[in-house]
Structures are given as structure tokens and as C-alpha cells.
């Protein structure tokens, strides 16, 4: 977007010769052509080979809505999920992972008496985080893999523009949510909508950007979440 305002701002200050020529447009990547498994083969392999991403949305599941805000570069990731029952912050870097809880949350999953202990011990420090833990499955919430894999026979479903994208629809089957993917440029999932048993939508974007937010935290804002259990 940067980019886009400055050559806005340099055209407005040429000389008007009219000498320069208009960017191309991103061509055709063929997805919209190939059958429905085969375009979402194709996009899933885009977006785990780019070099970073960010997905958020919104999900209502059965009244339980779930907000979600990730930042992805490779397999790391930093952003936060929020239901009903409270709101994490996630973080993952060369593979340790990281969760930073509010009270809310800790009520639900250690209930009442024990949360009181943990925010206390914990203030605003970030809970370092074992593959063993049950709190490693929070992480699942911004698996690509999962996100993107159908739960029916996919069918292809209309055409669109989306902020700008063309894109095509990939409707599940079975519970009739749809993935539009771009059908310009790289094949990058755009947007998710869901169907059937989840209203709401994921929308991915910010494709290569940086995110300086994705470092280990400084080791004395990190407690050991195996030894914060034994306390």
C-alpha cells in the first residue's frame, strides 16, 4: 500500500510528458481452470511458500464466536485468539512456543482459586510452553493445513472481486463454507467464508510483509510454564 501512495505521489509530480507506461497487470495464474482439488493443491502451496502472511477474522460457531489475528513468517507466528472465554496471546519462534493469557481465560481452564495464583505469578510475562503441554494445542487455531482442508468434496462456486483480487470460489461440500482464491498473480487464499456451521469469514493478506513483532521475548519476560504448574 506504501508503494501504491508513492508512485501515486510521483505521478502527480512528473512533468507530463506522458512517457511513462501504466504497471502491468498480474496475469491470469490458471487456478480458475483447473478442477476444484487441483486449485486448492495449487493455493495451499502458494501460501505456505510465501515468505510471510497474516490471517484474522471472525467466526460464530453455534453462538461461540471466536475473533482471531495472526501473523505468520515461515513457522513462526504471533498474534491472538479471543472467545467467550478470554483472550491469548500466541507466540511461536524457531520452534518454542509462547502463550501470554488474560484472567478470564485462566478462570475457565484452572478455574477461580488457581488463576488468581497464575496472573499473579505471571503479571504481563509470557509462559514459555513444552510440545507436551494441552496449552500447545492452542496453536492448531493458525495451521494453514487445517484451515485450509475440506471436510466434503469441494465443487468450483462463482467469481469474484475481493478488495481489488480477482478471485474464484472453492464451496465445501458437506458443510458449504467457501475458499475464494486469487486467479491473478500468485494463487494466494484470499478470503474464507464459512457456511453451514460457521458464519463468519478469515481473510488473508499482507503477503511478504516483515513483521518485527515475530523475536523471542527477552528472557526475563519469560516464565517457564512446566515450573509455573509445580509452584
Given at each position: 500500500?506504501?508503494?501504491?501512495?508513492?508512485?501515486a505521489l510521483?505521478?502527480?509530480?512528473g512533468?507530463g510528458d506522458?512517457g511513462q507506461s501504466?504497471?502491468a497487470?498480474?496475469?491470469?495464474?490458471?487456478?480458475a481452470a483447473?478442477a476444484?482439488?487441483e486449485?486448492l493443491?495449487?493455493?495451499?502451496?502458494?501460501?505456505k511458500?510465501?515468505?510471510s502472511y497474516?490471517?484474522?477474522?471472525?467466526i460464530?460457531?453455534?453462538?461461540?464466536?471466536?475473533?482471531?489475528?495472526?501473523?505468520?513468517?515461515?513457522?513462526?507466528?504471533?498474534?491472538q485468539?479471543?472467545?467467550?472465554?478470554?483472550?491469548?496471546?500466541?507466540?511461536s519462534?524457531?520452534?518454542?512456543?509462547?502463550?501470554?493469557p488474560?484472567?478470564?481465560?485462566?478462570?475457565?481452564?484452572?478455574g477461580?482459586?488457581a488463576?488468581g495464583?497464575?496472573?499473579k505469578l505471571?503479571?504481563?510475562?509470557?509462559a514459555?510452553?513444552?510440545?507436551?503441554?494441552?496449552f500447545?494445542?492452542?496453536f492448531?487455531v493458525a495451521?494453514v493445513d487445517?484451515?485450509?482442508k475440506?471436510?466434503?468434496t469441494?465443487?468450483?462456486g462463482?467469481?469474484k472481486?475481493?478488495?481489488?483480487?480477482?478471485?474464484?470460489?472453492?464451496?465445501?461440500?458437506?458443510?458449504?463454507?467457501t475458499?475464494?482464491?486469487?486467479?491473478t498473480?500468485?494463487?494466494?487464499?484470499v478470503?474464507?467464508?464459512?457456511?453451514?456451521?460457521?458464519?463468519?469469514?478469515?481473510?488473508f493478506?499482507?503477503?511478504g510483509?516483515?513483521f518485527?513483532?515475530l523475536k523471542?521475548?527477552p528472557?526475563?519476560?519469560?516464565v517457564?510454564?512446566d515450573?509455573?504448574?509445580?509452584t
Open positions: 500500500m506504501v508503494a501504491v501512495v508513492a508512485m510521483l505521478a502527480g509530480c512533468d506522458g501504466a504497471p497487470a498480474p496475469a491470469d495464474n490458471g487456478v483447473l476444484p482439488n486449485a493443491q495449487r493455493s495451499t502451496t502458494a501460501v511458500n510465501a515468505k497474516r490471517l484474522a477474522g471472525d460464530d460457531t453455534d453462538g461461540q464466536k471466536m475473533t482471531l489475528d495472526f501473523k505468520m513468517t515461515g513457522s513462526d507466528l504471533a498474534g485468539v479471543s472467545t467467550d472465554e478470554g483472550t491469548v496471546e500466541l507466540l519462534v524457531a520452534g518454542q512456543q509462547y502463550i501470554r488474560d484472567e478470564k481465560f485462566w478462570v475457565k481452564n484452572v477461580a482459586k488463576s495464583e497464575m496472573v505471571m503479571g504481563d510475562k509470557w514459555k510452553v513444552s510440545k507436551k503441554d494441552e500447545t494445542r492452542l492448531n495451521n487445517e484451515l485450509l475440506p471436510e466434503g469441494m465443487t468450483k462463482e467469481a472481486e475481493i478488495d481489488g483480487v480477482k478471485t474464484v470460489g472453492l464451496v465445501d461440500g458437506d458443510k458449504d463454507g475458499l475464494y482464491i486469487a486467479t498473480g500468485e494463487p494466494y487464499p478470503r474464507m467464508e464459512g457456511g453451514q456451521d460457521a458464519a463468519g469469514q478469515i481473510t493478506s499482507d503477503f510483509a516483515t518485527d513483532e523471542a521475548p528472557a526475563n519476560q519469560v517457564d510454564f515450573q509455573l504448574k509445580r
